[in-house]
């Protein structure tokens, strides 16, 4: 147990600190020693939790979380066949993200979409220029909890009202929580488009949905 | 006061007779104009004509903010930093082009840059723009060239100084295009080294392009731009690694030639100043966009380095003119003291502002403004 203990630890650490190699070959290690699928995914995701501390605390930054959001792709990738199929269906959170119409920036949406599927969430990417009857359309067909909208233009912040006033037209506003983040987005947007919550950055927004959103602000 | 004077006398650290303001007109000029964007980026008479009543709407500014040349359709399209969408393609006719990041180059081919940053970027280039072979490259860019020098002459006979010789981007952020911001963040653990070698030739490389601009044109200031290498993106631990010893190299010998660079640092430089502040007094003017704490930007580089900016892009489209003046006082209150300060718009005046919140900036300078 105590040896479990000390792998288990390390597991955590090699991925908070961003260690690639090590890490995938002490999963690899570990996988053919016969260590469960999910005790490893468990490890790497507290591990992730301590990237984001790391990032709040200034310590990380966008470069290390995509760093750190593609060792866990590949840590997933070796464990993914050794996951008991109730696993592999995934959580039960959906999200559906998307950069809004007339915009086609992705960065911060791909890195926010990274990190929640590193974390559980069960991500759906609608991609970019999204007009607001898709997100509408994505909703419906997921059952989605949470929708976050991206913009780096000013000229997008239109759609972006335009897509929470979809979700408004068609009954979907009380079912999900929205939140709205990118360059051109502040807590002044955010009253302005109707959104729930604003993410200064990608941990906030990963931090909201783990809090399962609310009715909340920019923390 | 001349506007040329205005702007030399910010640059060096002093007070001119007000603060000079130059925001930067680009796509907003062809909505005021009455012209479509796609005009205004294919039809270079048009263009130059929206950007001359722009000049005129705002009773006239401190520089001709000359990015112009780099943004047509035409330059865009075959030597462009990235592939790129026009309004029309995709995105909407009255919108503004945008970038799309592909990996364009592969990791395995660092060492082909490293032999060859010449050879290795009109590669590249035949690979964001389909069709764009060495005589299209070699060809445009010349065209380009006499654009650029065309409306620095236009402006020159006017008494207007251009704002740059160039518009170039810092090493890191090129080669973060060209690898795509997925693959080159990880870049900078995989392969720290080549990271660093090929940044060395790229700046060696953009200096020499420099250096050429400058004596073509006469204005003895570049744009450096740089984003991807802010604290939004690196930590300071991994900006002093890997950007700058580059940069400084950079900003080093082209301050010794007399140059000035302008550099464009979107995004939030706040934890970098400090090493900012380590560059030679006056050979830089810092063009923030807003997301820097400007207040502690001249905190670290007062008597350092001259700083332009920041009114956001979002009070300008959606802000009033009476929110407008009150940011720009607060501005030159806090960082045109002593002078030092040329007020600039965040970044580009976003397409959608709003001309009596411009022009709200332009006035503010020019009064509020004054030096006593």
């Known amino acids: ?43 790497c995701r ?4 301590r990237v984001g501390d790391r990032f709040a605390r200034k310590e990380y930054f966008l470069a290390d979380l995509v760093m750190a959001a593609e060792i866990f792709r590949e840590v997933m990738v070796e464990v993914g066949p050794h996951l008991p199929a109730s696993a592999a269906s995934g959580p ?26 590193a974390s559980g969430f069960r991500v759906v990417d609608a991609g970019v220029d999204v007009a607001p009857d898709t997100f509408v359309d994505k909703v419906k067909e997921t059952g989605a909890s949470i929708v976050g909208l991206s913009a780096l233009l000013t000229t997008a912040l239109p759609a972006m009202k335009a897509t929470i006033d979809g979700l408004a037209a068609n009954g979907l506003r009380r079912q999900v929580r929205v939140m709205v983040g990118g360059a051109v987005v502040n807590e002044r947007v955010r009253e302005n488009v109707g959104a729930d919550f604003y993410g200064p950055d990608a941990v906030s927004a990963v931090k909201y949905c783990q809090r399962g959103g609310g009715k909340s602000h920019a923390a | 006061m001349r506007p040329e004077e205005r702007l030399e006398a910010a640059i060096n650290l002093g007070a001119p ?106 590669l590249y280039l035949s690979r ?84 050429r601009a400058v004596t073509q044109t006469g204005v003895k200031r570049v744009f450096l731009g740089g ?82 900016g920041d009114v956001p892009a979002t009070l300008l489209a959606s802000g009033t003119a009476s929110e407008v003046e009150a940011y720009c006082k607060h501005l030159i209150d806090g960082v045109g003291k002593g002078g030092g300060f040329i007020l600039s718009s965040g970044c580009d005046v976003p397409v959608d502002a709003k001309l009596e919140n411009v022009r709200a900036m332009v006035d503010t300078a020019k009064r509020y403004g004054a030096y006593r």
């Open chain 1, 92 to 117: 039960q959170t959906v999200i559906v993200l998307g950069t809004v119409k007339g915009d086609v920036h992705d960065m911060g949406k791909n890195i926010v979409g990274s990190l929640l599927s």
């Open chain 2, 17 to 122: 007779d007000h603060v000079p303001v130059a925001p930067i007109i680009a796509s907003v000029a062809a909505r005021w104009a009455g012209i479509s964007q796609r005009e205004f980026l294919s039809d270079t008479d048009k263009g130059f004509a929206a950007l001359d009543r722009a000049y005129e709407l705002l009773g006239g500014c401190d520089a001709n903010w000359n990015l112009y040349p780099y943004q047509t359709a035409r330059a865009l399209k075959v030597i462009g930093p990235l592939k790129v969408l026009l309004p029309g393609e995709g995105i909407p006719e009255s919108g503004v082009f945008q970038y799309v990041e592909t990996e364009a180059m592969k990791q395995d081919e660092y060492p082909l840059l490293i032999e060859s940053f010449a050879e290795f970027n009109k």
């Open chain 2, 227 to 308: 984003t991807r290498c802010a604290a939004t993106f690196v930590s300071p631990k991994m900006f002093d690694r890997f950007v700058f010893p580059t940069l400084r190299g950079m900003v080093e010998g082209l301050f010794k030639d007399g140059i000035v660079s302008l550099l464009h640092f979107d995004s939030d430089w706040t934890l970098h100043l400090p090493r900012l502040a380590e560059l030679p007094r006056g050979s830089c003017i810092l063009d923030l966009d807003g997301s820097t704490d400007i207040f502690e930007a001249k905190r670290v580089l007062r008597d350092r380095l001259c700083i332009m």
């Open chain 2, 128 to 211: 964001v723009h389909p069709g764009a072979d060495g005589e299209a490259i070699r060809q445009t860019a010349q065209w380009r060239s006499e654009l650029h020098l065309r409306d620095v002459e236009r402006w020159r006979v006017r008494g207007v100084p251009s704002m740059v010789a160039a518009v170039l981007s810092v090493p890191f952020d090129l080669l973060c295009f060209m690898r795509s911001w997925e693959k080159f963040f990880l870049d900078l653990r995989r392969t720290p080294d080549m990271v660093i070698k090929a940044q060395e030739v790229i700046g060696e490389a953009i200096v020499r392009a420099a250096r």
């Open chain 1, 1 to 43: 147990m105590r040896e479990g203990l000390e792998v288990d630890s390390k597991l955590a650490d090699l991925m908070a600190d961003l260690e690639e190699e090590k890490l995938l070959a002490l999963v690899k290690a570990l996988l053919s020693q016969g260590q469960t699928g999910l005790s490893i995914v468990e490890q």
């Open chain 1, 46 to 49: 507290d591990g992730l939790t």
